[in-house]
């Protein structure tokens, strides 16, 4: 008889833990479920602003209907995981991005120049007309320890750098890390060009230049004409359109 009410307790007891424990399952997905549902729908919204004169103009270039976008961005449409997967594709972004929250998924416009042409100066660089916009996840400058400010993209021309920078390539630059480490890669302007060297100090007052490429040659120069465009900080690859 003891027996029987042992088991007849713990059956009991196992009911009300399991019961309690799929509630708590069920609380937890659903608080996540709504947590992604709003930064899908807040991410969406914040791409489409920044990147499309209006709603409408989203819909005609991509192929979607106003209607249904419209009920995604107030809330009144869940979007899905088939409808996200489109979105992701159109934005260029990977699976899972849209679902991260506002502040991890900000996108940061950064413009692009060519390093083809001639150049006086950095100001002579920064005032020229970008020839793109890459739109980088905002993580990428805290992680690289960046800031948005003081960042540009640079497509090198040339394989002087190959195969750590690719022509074509291009390259998030820090314009604040202009101090010269002996042994590191600068952005640099070199005879009025673009140039992508390792940096050498030969003595007090002379450094040596050298590509990774050995089809090109190394420059030596003195320290007082060197000047630095900013770091590579991040590798954007790719290409980009205006």
Not at 143 to 148: N, R, T, Y
Not at 154 to 167: A, G, L, Q, R
Not at 183 to 188: P, S, W
């Amino acid at each position: 008889m003891i027996m029987c009410d042992i088991i007849i307790y713990l059956t009991i007891y196992l009911y009300k833990l399991l019961h309690n424990t799929m509630g708590l399952y069920y609380k937890m997905a659903t608080e996540l479920t709504e947590i992604i549902s709003k930064n899908r729908r807040s991410n969406v919204n914040k791409l489409i602003s920044k990147k499309y004169k209006s709603i409408n103009d989203f819909c005609v270039q991509n192929g979607e209907d106003y209607s249904a976008v419209h009920r995604y961005l107030n809330g009144t449409l869940r979007i899905g995981n088939i409808v996200i997967k489109r979105f992701e594709k159109i934005f260029g972004l990977k699976s899972g991005d849209l679902d991260k929250s506002s502040e991890l998924n900000e996108i940061v416009q950064i413009p692009i120049f060519s390093s083809k042409g001639a150049f006086i100066s950095i100001d002579n660089l920064l005032l020229r007309e970008p020839s793109a916009y890459a739109h980088i996840e905002g993580f990428i400058f805290n992680e690289f320890g960046v800031s948005k400010a003081d960042s540009i993209g640079i497509t090198y021309d040339n394989d002087s750098m190959s195969p750590d920078i690719k022509i074509g390539w291009s390259i998030l630059i820090d314009l604040s890390e202009t101090d010269v480490q002996d042994g590191e890669t600068y952005a640099i302007l070199l005879h009025n060009k673009i140039q992508f060297r390792k940096i050498f100090f030969l003595d007090a007052t002379t450094l040596v230049l050298k590509p990774i490429n050995a089809d090109f040659a190394e420059a030596t120069i003195m320290i007082k004409d060197l000047i630095v465009i900013g770091k590579p900080a991040y590798i954007l690859g790719g290409s980009y359109n205006k």
